[in-house]
């Protein structure tokens, strides 16, 4: 039997330290990349196209027809999941916001826009190859294949294999410094021994992660008892800009905040403003504005959406009553 979409890909689960070799095994490490996660299908008959399905399952290699030309390089019967992600010819780096201009784009305009904004697909998975399943293999074998089929087909830009490594030390070396690259965001860690199986989380996520401050501009939940924070960063103008919100709030934290903040009088800058409840989505946080006069210390990892937004929930450490908002760094492109 041969895998048509929708497939459902594996997942992995954030961790904050690397799982030890005694719980997985010998372990393989990639760099995770911030794009949108994709699965590749190519035609088994002579008359088929490229597929690219969402980790979703919707089907979007009408949004690329850069990567549906290219498809003429990689053989039939072939099925990879990895990351796609696009390259800003103007900035010279990788943009999430220009692949969420890409995704959105069809017609004309996806044939237009993928001349300054060229698409990749960074492969770290094969799940068939020859019209032959490949999940219930070890992944050792499934990346030996991988880089063989790279190799053997001498396939290059815009398709690319995602780098990795089984040296432990090699690992930590990227998620110190190859983060500090626009759209890369850290590693996954994987069992050398493990199947692919789809839906389970069983691969680990580690995001780099910085320490920065961050002015309360709004909560959930009530003030006593507040669940999350919003936040934002005064501009160069002085205006409230908002960069994000916080995971849950622990009890002991919701406390030390409750005690603090105070609901803000008219005039508040975010007034009508309207919060999405995460990334992506349509649905809106019912909120209370609270005087921005509290400075928070949060921890942030590297990813961020259009406009400086952190595209992730950050994690309150702490309140920060010795700084006041004039030393909150500014807002910009950049928040960490």
């Known amino acids: 039997m041969t895998l048509d979409p929708p497939v459902e890909p594996m997942l992995a689960q954030a961790v904050e330290s690397v799982p030890g070799p005694g719980v997985l095994g010998e372990l393989a490490f990639e760099q995770k990349f911030g794009g949108y996660r994709a699965l590749l299908f190519t035609p088994t008959a ?4 490229l597929l690219l399905q969402t980790r979703r399952g919707s089907l979007i290699q009408d949004r690329f027809p850069d990567l549906v030309a290219a498809a003429d390089k ?21 943009s999430f916001e220009g692949l969420q201009h890409r995704s959105a784009a069809r017609g004309r305009s996806a044939r237009g826009l ?7 697909f960074i492969a770290f998975d094969i799940l068939q190859q020859d019209g032959h399943e490949l999940t219930g293999y070890p992944y050792r074998q499934r990346r030996l294949r991988l880089e063989a089929l790279f190799a053997g087909h001498r396939l290059a830009t815009p398709w690319t294999v995602c780098p990795m490594t089984t040296d432990l030390i090699k690992a930590q070396q990227w998620l110190e410094s190859w983060t500090d690259i626009s ?3 850290g590693i996954v860690v994987k069992a050398m021994n493990q199947p692919y199986r789809p839906g389970h989380r069983g691969w680990y996520k580690l995001r780099r992660r910085n320490t920065t401050e961050a002015i309360i501009g709004a909560i959930t939940g009530i003030l006593i ?3 999350l924070l919003l936040l934002g960063r005064r501009d160069a103008e002085g205006h409230l800009r908002p960069i994000g919100r916080t995971a849950p709030l622990r009890a002991e934290m919701a406390r030390l905040v409750g005690g603090n903040v105070t609901a803000a009088d008219t005039g508040h800058p975010w007034e009508g403003r309207r919060f999405a409840s995460a990334w992506g989505s349509r649905d809106t946080l019912e909120v209370t504005l609270v005087h ?15 406009g400086g937004v952190f595209r992730h929930p950050v994690r309150f450490k702490r309140l920060r009553l010795d700084v006041t908002v004039e ?10």
Do not use: N
């Open 114 to 120: 993928a001349a300054s904004l060229p698409a990749f």
């Open 183 to 185: 759209g890369v965001e």
């Open 292 to 306: 921005p006069e509290l400075v928070a210390e949060i921890s942030a990892d590297t990813a961020l959406d259009r």
């Open 74 to 94: 990689l053989p039939a019967g072939l099925v990879l999941d990895g990351e796609l992600v696009v390259w800003d010819t103007k900035a010279g780096r990788l």
């Open 327 to 336: 030393e909150v760094p500014l807002f910009s492109v950049d928040p960490s």
């Open 46 to 49: 002579p008359d088929g196209k």
């Open 225 to 227: 008892r507040p669940q």
